[in-house]
């Protein structure tokens, strides 16, 4: 049973992902159009790691134009961009200006920023990597993921604290530098 579900979360995600590709958006775009999901989140859900409800099963079929069992059916073809719905389109066409507007801009160096947050006293209490965002965002705009990878992916894991969703009673993890983290603190 438990093999027939992860069966089913990696199809779903191999259709996400089909569909995805052939909008042309990344992670990060897709999960903003259909409403603020991260782009780690969408990885995941590609990738047959997470589970999803029906709703979000509707609500992904829907923004590619399809039903629900349509995305769920193999034997059913996957649309052109012509045939997904005008919203989506001009959602592309929009991405697509984004992106080329951010290549003459120049790069902002999201690492110094983050480096000198931490050098503050920002994280002696425990922080989600949105709050982290914020707390930044009058100097570079990011996202929560972009923090997240800075904090536990590079050198600067050696001084921060991750704290699990499940520590802390929330959703998602608290990063605090590890010198003041206290566990089983809220």
């Known amino acids: 049973m438990k ?28 999960g903003t ?7 780690n989140h969408i ?7 997470h589970s999803v409800g029906l709703e979000t099963i509707h609500n992904v079929a829907r923004s590619f134009g399809l039903e629900a069992y349509e995305m769920l059916n193999p034997n059913f073809a996957l649309p052109s961009v012509t045939k997904m719905p005008k919203a989506l389109r001009n959602y592309i066409q ?16 999201l690492a110094r920023y983050v480096d000198t ?34 904090l536990t992916k590079t050198k600067r ?4 604290q991750t704290i699990p969703g499940e520590e802390w009673g929330g959703v998602g993890n608290k990063y605090v530098l590890k010198e003041y983290h206290k566990p089983g603190k809220k």
């Open 3 to 30: 093999s027939e579900l992860n069966d089913i979360k990696k199809f779903f995600g191999s259709r996400l992902l089909a569909c995805r590709e052939i909008t042309g958006l990344t992670q990060e775009e897709y």
């Open 33 to 39: 159009y259909i409403g603020n999901i991260t782009y």
């Open 43 to 49: 990885y995941n859900i590609e990738k047959g790691r």
């Open 94 to 109: 929009a991405a697509l200006i984004k992106r080329e507007e951010k290549k003459n801009e120049p790069r902002q160096n």
């Open 117 to 150: 947050v931490l050098a503050s006293n920002f994280l002696h209490t425990p922080k989600t990597a949105g709050e982290f965002a914020k707390h930044i965002k009058d100097k570079v705009e990011t996202s929560p993921g972009k923090i997240t990878t800075l």
């Open 157 to 160: 894991k050696d001084i921060v």
